[in-house]
């Protein structure tokens, strides 16, 4: 599958939000409470909050989509962080990484990171910071894989289930 990656702008929230609900779905159905994925992806992951996050200038949302059609295939958002742990000026989260099982084992992953790493350099941030679900082994092997190392652990609610987290950061 041929993909490309790009900024995505403010018509792209629709997209991102679709990606976020299908992707959150494939990760987390049949380890966490449907309810409680409904819930969550109706309150994270609705068009509204994507377009506050593209349109933020501290904030970067990338898309990934099909090279034929255009179809949305994954994303990432940098943003502020918001974690339950000391940070520094040059510090930025990386919210979301996710990109439909399809395109797993394509390269699609690492290079939305690499995107990633280079939108927050170019930003000035010096430190990558991210959360990620407890039993998620896979994904905390691929952060693992980038260069990320555990700094903390945090309590996050999904729905209406409390879940531990850890928090991974890397320098730039």
């Known amino acids: 599958m041929d993909w490309r990656l790009r900024r ?3 018509a792209d929230a629709a997209a991102c939000a679709l990606v976020a609900g299908a992707t959150f779905l494939e990760a987390f159905a049949g380890i966490l409470d449907g ?4 819930a969550h992806v ?4 609705d068009p509204s909050s994507f ?3 593209i349109e933020d200038p501290a904030s970067v949302v990338t898309l990934a989509e099909a ?9 990432t ?3 502020e962080p918001d974690l339950p742990l000391p940070t520094a000026p040059g510090d930025i989260e990386l919210k979301r990484i996710y990109a439909l099982f399809p395109t797993h084992g394509t390269g699609l992953g690492a290079a939305l990171m690499e995107r ?4 927050a350099r170019a930003l000035g941030c010096r430190r990558m910071l991210l959360g990620v679900y407890g039993r998620n082994h896979r994904a905390q092997r691929f952060y693992t894989k980038h260069g990320f ?9 999904v729905g209406a289930t409390w879940h531990d987290d850890l928090i991974f950061g890397r320098a730039l």
Do not use: M, N, Q, W
């Open 116 to 119: 990633a790493f280079h939108d």
């Open 149 to 157: 190392a555990i700094v903390g652990e945090r309590r996050f609610l």
């Open 35 to 38: 309810p409680d994925i409904v």
């Open 51 to 53: 377009l506050r996050l």
């Open 67 to 75: 090279t034929t059609g255009a179809a949305p295939l994954g994303y």
């Open 8 to 10: 995505a702008e403010t």
């Open 42 to 45: 109706g309150a994270k992951s």
């Open 77 to 79: 958002a940098l943003s």
